[in-house]
């Protein structure tokens, strides 16, 4: 079967309702995915969206949305969470070091739920700090690769990627070049990974 990319962007709002189910999906579904986090701040930014800022109407939307969502799918969101985070690209550069380490996975789900259960703003170097805490990491030894101009760089390179492809936000699964965007095209993603199609 051909592979299925999730890109995700910590400091995406949806991204926590994919983030948190998605392993359990996987097993259901008997499936795998590989995680890409990458900067939809930059990617959205070039695009000249910005999607609740300034958007009271649309801001009630989102967090009303993911309650009903989050209640699903039995998670135990409190709503609405610190938004938007500060440092974005500090913690998906954590994220990224973190998948070529094998801790990377634990960590995003961590600190979303620091983020969405605890309401410690996810940007923050306390919340960073706490969630690598509990995945057995050093904060002051990985904070400080995590902003080595090495680290930087294959964050941009990442998102460069994503942007190739045409990824525009978060979370997005990718199958063959197809693009399937929100944390409700899980299924029609395998669906394409199986049979070509969406069933």
């Known amino acids: 079967m051909p592979e299925i990319d999730f890109w995700y962007s910590i400091g995406s709002t949806y991204s926590y309702l994919t983030v948190m189910r998605l392993d359990d999906w996987c097993n259901e579904h008997d499936t795998s995915v ?45 709503l609405p969470a610190p938004y938007p ?8 550069q954590v994220a990224l070091l973190g998948m070529g380490d094998g801790w990377g996975k634990n960590f995003t789900t961590t600190l979303y739920r620091i983020w969405f259960e605890e309401s410690v703003e996810a940007g923050s170097e306390t919340a960073i700090s706490e969630a690598l805490h509990r995945c057995q990491q050093d904060p002051r030894l990985i904070l400080a690769r995590a902003r ?13 990627q994503a942007t190739k492809i045409g990824v525009f936000g978060a979370p997005s699964l990718v199958v063959r070049g197809e693009v399937f965007w929100g944390d409700d095209r899980l299924d029609d993603a395998l669906s394409w990974a199986r049979v070509g199609h969406v069933i």
Not at 87 to 92: G, K, Q, R, T, V
Not at 148 to 160: C, G, N, Q, R
């Open 85 to 92: 985070i500060s440092d974005l690209p500090l913690a998906n």
């Open 148 to 160: 080595s101009p090495d680290t930087v760089a294959a964050l941009e390179a990442e998102t460069e």
């Open 34 to 78: 590989n995680w890409r986090p990458f900067n939809v701040r930059s990617v959205m930014s070039e695009q000249k969206n910005i999607p609740f800022a300034g958007k009271p109407v649309k801001s009630a939307y989102m967090w009303r949305d993911i309650e009903r969502r989050a209640a699903k799918y039995h998670l135990h969101a409190q």
